[in-house]
């Protein structure tokens, strides 16, 4: 387990940290300062767990990287705001990943759900602040995301109509929360049939 949280990291720094550390299999890159070009060599490591936490400069490039990671169970990239549907796109195969939080991806859009429909392992799925989340996307989730057991949609534009395209899903836990366009009697008629988080 490596945790660093630093606005002094480096790239060069990182990439030490990856020739180092091979046998590391959770990595917390939080609030760091890193470009795209830190995360070359990444796909060395066998991490499981990979949160890149507010990493406000890297893009899809880094992404690009990190896709290579194939025994990646889980990965946070809430507040990465300069990565996009191609991101999406490049970690689509990944088999294991069954963890994925898009928190304040702003430029995340129904065309990279399309993408994350295409994980075999998806469980648990977080959207925050993403706004070009729309009904679309989750009529995508409840036809190809059947095995997904934790759902939050967090500020999106989803509406009552897009959260009924939900009911066919067998979620444990469904979040719904700062969703303007959802009305109250939504989320509690949907408390009914799933746990609200």
Do not use: W
């Amino acid at each position: 387990v490596l945790n660093v949280r630093s606005s002094s990291l480096t790239d060069e720094a990182m990439t030490l940290y990856v020739t180092m550390c091979t046998s590391l299999q959770i990595l917390t890159i939080d609030q760091c300062l890193l470009s795209d070009a830190a995360f070359s060599n990444i796909s060395n490591l066998k991490l499981k767990k990979f949160n890149m936490a507010s990493l406000a400069n890297i893009g899809d490039s880094a992404i690009y990287e990190v896709a290579k990671i194939t025994t990646l169970k889980l990965l946070y990239l809430g507040g990465c705001k300069h990565i996009s549907d191609q991101s999406l796109y490049y970690i689509r195969t990944l088999p294991k990943l069954a963890t994925i939080n898009l928190g304040s991806c702003t430029r995340i859009t129904d065309q990279g759900v399309e993408y994350l429909a295409q994980l075999p392992s998806l469980r648990k799925l977080d959207f925050c602040g993403d706004d070009k989340i729309t009904d679309e996307a989750l009529r995508i989730i409840s036809q190809r995301c059947t095995s997904l057991s934790t759902l939050v949609l967090t500020s999106t534009s989803i509406t009552d109509a897009g959260v009924d395209e939900l009911r066919n899903l067998k979620l444990k836990n469904l979040g719904i929360l700062r969703c303007k366009q959802v009305s109250t009697e939504k989320v509690q008629e949907m408390g009914k049939l799933f746990s609200i988080v």
